[in-house]
Nanobody
């Protein structure tokens, strides 16, 4: 069974930084895309950043461009989200996701999901 586990969440003051990590286990096939999503209280889940491991191509939500970076880890099936200049509006549960399917224009559709890690940014 595929399992994605996030780590690195926590509380930080505005302007601070956090680094989230995700590790997948129970899977041995190819991962076509990796991503991070977030869900703030009372809001729908939204895509934050995604990456295609084969090409390194990344896509970011407009609200995080220039402040947040998604990257692949050195180990297979690992990836991270470096978050700088954090704002109170970044407060949310952050989820990592992975997709084992070569979707054409897959966008923010992902098959595998983690359980989430809380990020709280205080002003």
């Amino acid at each position: 069974q595929v399992q994605l586990v996030e780590s690195g969440g926590g509380a930080v003051q505005a302007g601070g930084s956090l680094r989230l990590s995700c590790a997948a286990s129970g899977y041995t096939g190819r991962v076509y895309r990796m991503a991070w999503f977030r869900q703030a209280p009372g809001k729908e889940r939204e895509g934050v950043a995604r990456i295609q491991p084969a090409s390194g191509t990344t896509v970011y939500a407009d609200s995080v461009k220039g402040r947040i970076t998604i990257s692949q880890g050195n180990a297979r099936y690992t990836w991270a989200l470096q978050m700088n200049s954090l704002k109170p509006e970044d407060t949310a549960i952050y989820y990592c996701a992975a997709d084992p399917y070569p979707r054409y224009e897959g966008g923010w559709t992902f098959a595998f999901w983690g359980q989430g890690t809380q990020v709280t940014v205080s002003s």
